[in-house]
């Protein structure tokens, strides 16, 4: 069996050890006093990414801020940037009584000239939530969940359907249209 030297981080010591243990360390005594060595003596200064402020983490944890805050306002910019169009308060508006609704509900509420129950549910019958017209004409409101569900499992036949024809058809982990449509007139 091959065999290779190795030095043991804790002590310094030469040892052998085969590649199916994977020994770090030369005994099991020095492995237990490498795990309790002071927190002060493995840790390294790291600048949060957020703030800049610098800190104290060690290897196993390795953390990048100084806070869960800092944690939280770092991902937040970058959940922005990366999709700006996913930025929950453009979906947004604020009613005459100051609550806060999507702008979808919003709009439909207006054209209705109703508040919508909290049971109602505005499905988006092109499938895009960003696409919100004036004039609601996107928009299918679903008496309950239940409704909402059945609307979209009968998207799912249809889809089912399309693929038996031949009008779609699923490649590369997507459904591209097969053939060029021409839509009845």
């Known amino acids: 069996m091959k065999r290779f030297d190795r030095n043991c981080p ?3 010591k030469p040892f052998q050890t085969t590649p199916s243990k994977n020994q770090r360390y030369c005994s099991p005594r020095c492995s237990a006093l490498c795990r309790v060595i002071p927190e002060k003596h493995r840790s ?6 957020e703030c ?3 800190f104290k983490t060690v290897p196993s944890i390795n953390k990048k801020f100084c806070s869960q ?3 939280a306002v770092y991902y937040g910019k970058m959940r922005r940037v990366k999709n700006p169009s996913n930025n929950s308060r453009s979906r947004e508006k604020r009613t005459k009584d100051g609550r806060r609704v999507l702008l ?3 709009l ?4 209705l000239g109703r508040c919508l129950k909290p049971t109602e549910i505005l499905h988006h019958i092109d499938i895009d939530e ?3 017209p004036e004039d609601c004409s996107n928009y299918y409101v679903c008496p309950s969940l239940q409704s909402h569900m059945f609307t979209h499992s009968s998207l799912n036949k249809t889809v089912k359907e399309l ?3 031949g009008i779609i058809q699923f490649k590369g982990g997507k459904y591209i249209v097969s053939q060029p449509y021409f839509p009845l007139r």
């Open 10 to 12: 804790h002590c310094g």
């Open 44 to 49: 390294f200064i790291k600048a949060c990414l």
């Open 52 to 54: 800049g402020i610098t």
């Open 69 to 71: 805050k800092c944690c």
């Open 104 to 106: 979808s509900r919003y």
């Open 108 to 111: 439909m509420e207006q054209k």
């Open 130 to 132: 960003q696409n919100n």
């Open 163 to 165: 693929l038996a024809i």
